[in-house]
């Protein structure tokens, strides 16, 4: 019987620290055991468990894409016990990583569409995991019209700053980064809250374009009449939850909403399933 | 069907056999209440009991138990990795389960033992696992476990079932791992050809017995959204102090923690029961609380056992009517009560503005 609470051993391969505020790091890994990484098969969207071994697990979306190969990454925020001590941890360390777990972005419904991105603070990684996924050049005729709305306090505060800028070069891909506030005069980008850039920008509602909405809940509270206005149905607008979790495969009974468990039938949903169940995230 | 008939006094002596092949739990009785333990060598479980205290649940599924060690010392070779924790799935029975305890393995089940995951721990537990029932002549009060999916006389998860009859039991075999269990007892004496008439007599007496009951039938049809909203989960929380006595005595709560924990330069990951009464349970690592009150968190029990599993697996409510809950709780809640609210709920007869 396949055991799913053991982790794979991994390596820490390199830690960046993603943000000014160095609450941000992003942790790449490489398997122990060759053929872990292809058991580790996983999709945009996912996320795993990384195992802290002394300190306990942590479930932490998945930042690389499918379309990487070698390694994982995941961007951490330093929050309480077992983030804090990732951040403390060196190239070289040992430690484990379980999964992947969860479902994924649905790839199957938006293949073909026009996918809208709206990303806020540091809930941005799976969302660079679908990017990155998207913009492969064995995947970028699957999707029509790609645009990205990604907004944090301050410049100093985005995610993965030399990609971002990478893709406002390219013209397969249609960027609107934001910051709240800036005193930088070469800032190029838009400045305001992610919620009125959307308003701006994000394309009119169809029934083949799609958002996949991740934030802070007052990002999501404030976004979602914007996408209302907009004429966006609630089964075209896709959330990710991030429920308190433990086990990760639906059986440790913290996670749920409802009948679903956000570790097991999420973490993604369309607003439509979420309207049907408690809102208890 | 098999009946084995046992004299009593041949009841020791095939206990002390089995015990030579199997690892024995049964109700022992302590200060005020009984509860199942392991039994040592040429110790007999005490059958002169109603219902423990705390549910079986623990044969199968400990309270506290290693998953995984590990070693911190990097010196070793394979320090910061897991390994297995040494587990021993070697026969065991438990003896005198009641009935409505052995259906709880089979509701449990459906929660560790699933198409996609498979836990280990739980599935392997139960499948070393003999359950020998013991049915109840004597139902209490707060017993409900006919209109619960179960019965006094209920044989479903049960490998053998014993009916006291005086000064023998009948022993009704129910699957061939139960008559493997009779066999090293030395039980081997067939019945006369009345005792079925007879233990079906007496489960329909005790059957008759039972006197609380709850209606389940219309829960399934109930909007979960209008069930949550309900304005009658204020008065059913009031007085609940979130002690989480209900879920840990329950033998169809399953919810566990997982943490690790060091001593010197090892050390082991332990999962441990937990309960869905107390704020931790759902905390976030920033203060969001998403059951951060007691009414969201008792709301959370009784819509998990009677709506939300329901919904799930269709195949009943999550509990077996044991009454353990009802029996323990400081504050009397009562989850035949709250069933019967939920399963006649109305929301266009309340008067009272949803909240
Ligand atoms: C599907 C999913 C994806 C996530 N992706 C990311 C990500 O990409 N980057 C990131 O920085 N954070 C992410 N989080 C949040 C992250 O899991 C928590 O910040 C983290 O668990 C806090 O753990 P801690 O030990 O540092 O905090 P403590 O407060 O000390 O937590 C102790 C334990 O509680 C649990 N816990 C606490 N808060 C949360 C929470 N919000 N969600 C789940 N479990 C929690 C964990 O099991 C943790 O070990 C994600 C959460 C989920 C559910
Ligand atoms: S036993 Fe009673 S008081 Fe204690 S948590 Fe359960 S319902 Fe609340
Ligand atoms: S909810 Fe109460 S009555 Fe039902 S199985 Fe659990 S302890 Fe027994
Ligand atoms: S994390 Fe255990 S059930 Fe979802």
Redesign the interface.
Known sequence: MLNPYMPYPVCIDEIITETEDRNLKTFKFVFLNPGDEDKFSYRAGQFAELSVTGKGEIPIGIASSPTEKGFVKFTVNKVGLVSSYLHSMKVGDIMGIRGPLGNSYPWDTLEGKNVVIIGGGFAFTTLRSSIIFMLDPANRKKFKNINVIYGARTPGMLLYRDELAAWEKRDDINMHITVDAVNDPDWKYNVGFVPAITEKKAPNADADTYAIICGPPVMIKFTQPVLDKLGYGHDHIIMSLENRMKCGIGMCGRCNIGKEFVCKDGPVFTLAQLNATPREY | MKVIKIDKNDWAGGIGKIQSSYRLYGPVKGDAFHDFKALEKGELPDLNFFNTRVSPKSVVYPQSEV??E?S?DEKDAE????K?AAKDYSPKAVLGIRPCDAASFLLVKR??D?P?????YW??SYEATTFVGYACNNPCSTCFCTTAGSGPFNEEGLDVLLVDEGDCYYAKVITSKGENLLNAAGWKTEADGGAPDKIAALGKEAGSKIGSSVATDQLKDKK??EL?EAPFWEDVSFACINCGTCTYLCPTC???????E?SGCS?V?M?NW?S?MFPL??????G?N??GTKL?RVR?RF??KL???V??YDNGIQCVGCGRCIRSCPVNIDIRRVCDMMNSYDPKACACPAK
């Open positions: 998953m995984f590990y911190l320090h910061h990795i897991l297995d929660n560790f699933t996609e995951y498979k836990d280990p599935i392997r979960t959204t949550y399953w919810c566990f923690d997982i943490q690790d060091n050390g990951r999962r937990d869905c349970f759902t905390i976030h690592g920033t969001h998403p059951r969201q959370q819509m998990h709506k939300y599993y919904d799930k």
